[in-house]
């Protein structure tokens, strides 16, 4: 029996978040420098979105550029940023064959002009897709959203569209990038790293974490259905205790 087949298909999570880490390092073990790195890890993007299609995933969050990021050597931040351009503008049509639907969260104002336009392109030209929702984090940062969604919320407070105590989860939700968007089940993050970076601090409040020594550029399709099927053996329990959850199932 494959992985695949052991996944049960009415239970994968509808939406997993991935932070893939470890690019650099895969390199330098190959002796290559790390934009080599990043472009392999590419080859895993695809590898992953295939298996989010066969597994029935709905979205699928990359975190791909951290407002950190932009504190690496110019260099590679250049790099980062022809690829991204490079790979969107070649995988769209693929793509859009594939009924994906790719959209960004993360303050697009802030990347190259070249990039931003890219990726609005990229959304208009999938957005009535109805498959797989790729969501490319790009100079994403969890804090700034936040601050972003409070700033929002005190201005419509003060210009009298919204009282104070009409603020409540969902108007708060109604403020983030991923609005309309469905909390993520599954977080994965690659490379042995146990840390967040500053990704969805909002949206995985109960998310489960899978944590992986692979590094990013080794991560293949199996290695999503690993992840899914560790997350199938977990129980949810969202404060409850485990007789109440075997009841409601
Ligand atoms: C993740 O790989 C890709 C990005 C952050 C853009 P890294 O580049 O962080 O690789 P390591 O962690 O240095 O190995
Ligand atoms: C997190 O990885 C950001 C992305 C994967 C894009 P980093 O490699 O930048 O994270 P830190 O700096 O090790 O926490
Ligand atoms: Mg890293």
Known sequence: MSTLEKIDINNTPKHIAIIMDGNGRWAKKQGQDRLFGHNIGVESVREV????QEANVKYLTLYAFSTENWNRPKEEVDGLMNLLVHTISNEVD?????????S???DLDGLPGDCKAEMLSAYDRTKQNTGVHLILALNYSAKWELMNAVKN??????TGQLTSSEVNEECFENE???KGIPDPELLIRTSGEHRISNFLLWQ???TEFYFTEILWPDFKRENLYE????YQSRERRFGMVSEQIEKNS
Do not use: R, S
């Not at 979105?49 to 989010?52: D, Q």
């Open 49 to 52: 979105l295939k298996g989010a």
């Open 94 to 102: 693929e793509l859009n064959k594939n009924n994906v639907c790719i």
């Open 176 to 178: 983030l990038t991923t």
């Open 227 to 230: 992840a899914i099927l560790d």
């Open 204 to 206: 995985i409040a109960y």
């Open 104 to 106: 960004t969260i993360g």
């Open 153 to 158: 919320i005190t201005q419509k407070v003060e």
